[in-house]
């Protein structure tokens, strides 16, 4: 059953030891750039002293060697905190590996995003604890130039602090990315290009509640495999929080991935949306300004077009900064989300 209040982990401080684990792809071992860079911003910018663990850094772990240095970060008592070094695609194989008692007794904050959607959901699910989905030490803190002060703040915030944390509205965002292993990249910060903010859908009302969701390609893996997804009453009134990644999947595939939670009953369930900015281009597939905005177009009418069939009186907040956006703001997983639409404003808890 899913925990009917959220128990959010102790905090670590400046001067405290965290965990950087590889739970999904060690691309470490292959693009040691980003993240090295990214270490360092942990030392410096954040006074935290970095503990790595046998699979950090190689590419070619088991799910069984990957929960154990999960095991080994969770349980180690000068550890504070644990963050994802990056994402990957088969993180769903670790969670039969895990022991959701041992991560339990030890409970710790988790930062990551994207297929780390598997090991949050495993969190609150099983373990009853609050993750954080966002940041990676190869994307945001491995960022080139500089981390964006928005990210940056709302890392600061969801590490360090407690209470209530209002998201940032951007009128300014980055999509394209450039090669991770050529030093060039990090000579100069992305470019960031104009963007109109927040779009809001039945801004009608309030909405609090906890929230549920991550990013779509990996939650349709899950419900695929029935792993961490509980009875859909259970998740009557909490916030759905969704993003999709650079795989950048179809208008057509997004609408189909909603039209089965609708079947199932679940999208019915969520009074609220936020749906995060969605990634139009990447190293491996470059687009042009037209296709972007097409792209970002076609997804937001899928999802309008699902909420309207399941969910009707849903209250939706569309290019919100969470997920594979520049600049990202974090989330809490499990934890308490308000969305005040006569207000246009979107509330965490920390």
């Excluded at 006074?47 to 095991?71: F, I, K, M, N």
């Excluded at 339990?104 to 609150?124: E, I, M, Q, V």
């Excluded at 934890?335 to 808890?349: E, L, M, S």
Aim: glycine residues 10%.
């Amino acid at each position: 059953m899913l925990p009917a209040a959220p128990v959010y982990p102790p905090k670590p401080r400046p001067g405290d030891r965290v965990a950087v684990v590889s739970p999904s792809g060690g691309l470490p071992e292959l693009l040691p750039m980003p993240y090295e860079l990214g270490l360092r911003r942990l030392r410096e910018e954040f006074g935290l002293e970095v503990v790595e663990y046998p699979g950090t850094r190689r590419l070619r772990t088991t799910p069984r060697e990957r929960a154990a240095d999960l095991h080994a970060a969770f349980t180690d008592p000068s550890v504070k905190a644990v963050i994802a070094s990056i994402g990957g695609d088969d993180q769903i194989a670790v969670l039969p590996e895990l022991d959701g008692a041992l991560v339990r007794a030890h409970p710790k904050p988790f930062f990551g995003y994207s297929d780390c959607t598997n090991l949050l959901a495993w969190l609150s699910t099983t373990a009853g604890l609050v993750g954080y989905h966002g940041i990676s030490v190869m994307a945001e803190l491995g960022r080139p130039g500089a981390m964006h002060p928005v990210t940056a703040d709302s890392l600061r915030a969801a590490l360090f602090d407690w209470g209530s944390y209002e998201l940032a509205e951007s009128r300014a965002y980055g999509d394209a990315e450039l090669p991770w292993d050529d030093p060039e990249t990090f000579t100069r910060e992305p470019v960031m290009e104009p963007c109109d903010g927040w779009r809001w859908h039945r801004p009608d009302r309030v909405v609090e509640g906890l929230s549920w969701g991550g990013n779509l390609e990996v939650l349709a893996w899950m419900l695929m495999a029935d792993r961490e997804v509980r009875p859909v009453e259970e998740y009557a009134g909490r916030v759905l929080f969704l993003e999709t990644s650079e795989e950048m999947p179809t208008a057509t595939e997004v609408y189909r991935t909603l039209r089965s939670m609708g079947e199932r009953g679940l999208l019915g369930q969520f009074p609220a949306l936020l749906m995060g900015r969605a990634k139009t281009t990447s190293v491996f597939d470059r687009r042009g300004g037209r296709q972007r905005r097409a792209y970002r177009e076609a997804q937001r009418a899928a999802v309008l077009r699902a909420l309207a069939e399941y969910a009707p009186e849903a209250v939706a907040v569309f290019d919100v900064d969470l997920g594979h956006t520049d600049p990202q703001q974090v989330v809490p997983y499990g934890g308490t989300v308000r969305v005040d639409g006569p207000a246009r404003r979107i509330t965490v808890r920390y």
